[in-house]
């Protein structure tokens, strides 16, 4: 079973720049493209980047997202207090019937 | 703007069914993919299933003998069925609208979420 990888835990100091890496456990599911969702607390999560890079309408360009083999990376520069949320990647599987779609665990990010 | 709003019950008895329906405003539901995710407290997001506007179906490989998705297109709601729940179901459960473009697929669009707790 594929399976995304998240560090549980990153932490910056406002102004700073983070990055959180997602790593994915084969080429089945880093051929594809991956997203990013900002989650904060008892919140919904919300789409922050879509294939790869793609900053969907209204996400400040502070928000950043690459792609390289079958790992992801969110920059977030320039950080703010309201940064502070859980960070999910997400893509799909098309090895396995149905192309079902893989989370990662999540990472909780801590402005300092 | 799309609208996304769960509603069911918030407790179920261990070995009986969970039902939640999603209800959609704002589009059409015809050519999307509108899904269920779910998030045990404190824990990560786990993808349980999607269903086409078409009434095609595709399910998490670890929950499908479990799962059934329906689509009401004329109600603009969809529904999530999860049988025999044990306590490892109680979870946040969040519908959610997969979208697509040239660059991608992505789930533009959550639901507020709903607890639901599985105890007797």
């Known amino acids: 079973q594929s399976v995304l990888t998240q560090p549980p835990s990153a932490s910056g100091t406002p102004g700073q720049r983070v990055t959180i890496s997602c790593s994915g456990s084969n080429s089945s599911i880093g051929t594809n493209t991956f997203d990013w969702y900002q989650q904060l607390p008892g919140k919904a999560p919300k789409l922050l980047i879509y294939a790869n890079d793609q900053r969907p309408s209204g996400v400040p360009d502070r928000f950043s997202g690459s792609k390289s083999g079958t790992s992801a990376s969110l920059a977030i520069s320039g950080l703010h207090s309201e940064d502070e949320a859980d960070y999910h990647c997400?893509?799909?599987?098309?090895?396995?019937?149905?192309?079902?779609?893989?989370f990662g665990g999540g990472t909780k990010l801590t402005v300092l | 703007q799309v609208h996304l709003q769960e509603s069911g019950p918030g407790l179920v008895k261990p070995s009986e069914t969970l039902s939640l329906i999603c209800t959609v405003s704002g589009d059409s539901m015809t050519f999307y993919y509108w899904a269920w995710i779910r998030q045990p407290a404190g824990k990560g997001l786990e993808w349980i299933g999607r269903i086409y506007g078409s009434g095609s179906t595709n399910y998490s490989p670890s929950l499908k003998r479990r799962v059934t998705m329906s689509v009401d297109t004329s109600k603009k709601q969809f529904s999530l069925k999860l049988t025999s729940v044990t306590a490892a179901d109680t979870a946040f459960y969040y519908c959610a609208r997969e979208s697509y473009d040239s660059s991608g697929y992505y789930h533009d669009y959550w639901g507020q979420g709903t607890l639901v707790t599985v105890s007797s």
């Open positions: 997400a893509s799909w599987d098309d090895s396995l019937n149905g192309s079902p779609w893989v």
